[in-house]
């Protein structure tokens, strides 16, 4: 490769983070926070440049950056960019009335800085899709998983494991975006969806079919972050 092709992948990865992708769900806001901006502008330099300030923030926060999924037989990845919090054993949500069979749980807390957009954990036929309205406690407390608004999605892989993954809208997060449906196949690393503005993203595995890859307090990257690889 030569040196004028190193500057191409250079300036484009430059433009890439300058000018990111926006995801389909925050065209027409970031387009209206950014009207609103420059007719107060127009106003006030004061209230302009606040209203600025807020629009690029929304433009940053819907932000969709393509992402590289690993290849792999097995593998399960994260859905959701953010912290991994601590993983608990439990069974599935009870609405889903699945019975008592043991999982463990992964739970991925998004703060207002990370990307959004949610991806698919695993490969699959969707089997069930629910969506709960509840509560807005702070997404980082046990108590999100059953109390805060949420939407449910239980997937059937071709393995015959059945995973679900649940998005939670936090304190801040009033909003959530899926576009999955009963019946749809869905592709691990795809998107399906978001949650606006500070949430929190939980995975259910069957127990000891997994052997898990990540550490609470590790960092998660939505789409390529493995989570737990399938045991043979």
């Given at each position: 490769m030569?040196?004028k092709d190193?500057?191409?992948k250079?300036d484009?990865?430059?433009?890439s983070?300058?000018?990111?992708?926006?995801?389909a769900?925050?065209?027409?806001?970031?387009?209206?926070f950014f009207a609103?901006a420059?007719?107060?502008l127009?106003?006030?330099?004061?209230v302009?440049m606040f209203?600025?300030i807020?629009?690029?923030f929304?433009?940053?926060?819907?932000r969709d950056?393509?992402?590289f999924?690993p290849?792999?037989?097995?593998l399960?990845i994260?859905?959701?960019d953010?912290?991994?919090l601590p993983?608990?054993e439990?069974s599935?949500?009870?609405?889903l009335?699945?019975?008592?069979?043991?999982?463990?749980?992964?739970s991925i807390?998004?703060?207002?800085f990370?990307?959004?957009?949610?991806?698919?954990?695993?490969?699959?036929v969707?089997?069930?899709?629910?969506?709960?309205a509840?509560?807005?406690?702070?997404a980082?407390?046990d108590k999100?998983s059953?109390?805060?608004e949420r939407?449910?999605v239980l997937?059937e892989?071709?393995?015959?494991?059945?995973?679900?993954?649940?998005?939670i809208?936090?304190?801040?997060?009033r909003?959530i975006v899926?576009r999955?449906q009963?019946g749809?196949e869905?592709?691990?690393?795809?998107?399906f969806?978001?949650?606006?503005?500070?949430s929190?993203?939980d995975v259910y595995?069957?127990?000891?079919k997994y052997d898990?890859?990540v550490?609470?307090?590790?960092?998660?990257v939505?789409?390529?972050?493995v989570?737990?690889?399938?045991?043979?």
């Open positions: 030569n040196k190193n500057e191409q250079v484009t990865s430059i433009k983070f300058l000018l990111p992708k926006i995801s769900e925050g065209i027409v806001i970031v387009a209206v609103i420059f007719f107060l127009l106003l006030s330099d004061v302009g209203a600025m807020i629009a690029l929304a433009f940053y926060f819907f950056p393509e992402r999924t290849e792999g037989e097995g399960v994260s859905p959701a953010g912290i991994l993983l608990h439990t599935l949500p009870e609405e009335n699945m019975g008592d069979e043991q999982y463990v749980k992964f807390f998004m703060s207002v990370n990307v959004h957009v949610n991806r698919n954990p695993v490969s699959g969707v089997l069930k899709t629910l969506y709960i509840g509560k807005f406690f702070n980082d407390l999100a059953k109390d805060n939407n449910l997937v892989t071709k393995d015959g494991d059945k995973v679900c993954y649940v998005q809208a936090g304190l801040v997060a909003r899926s999955l009963k749809d869905v592709e691990q690393g795809k998107r969806g978001l949650i606006k503005f500070g929190r993203l595995l069957p127990k000891d898990i890859k550490k609470p307090g590790q960092v998660m939505s789409g390529e972050t989570l737990a690889v399938r045991k043979k």
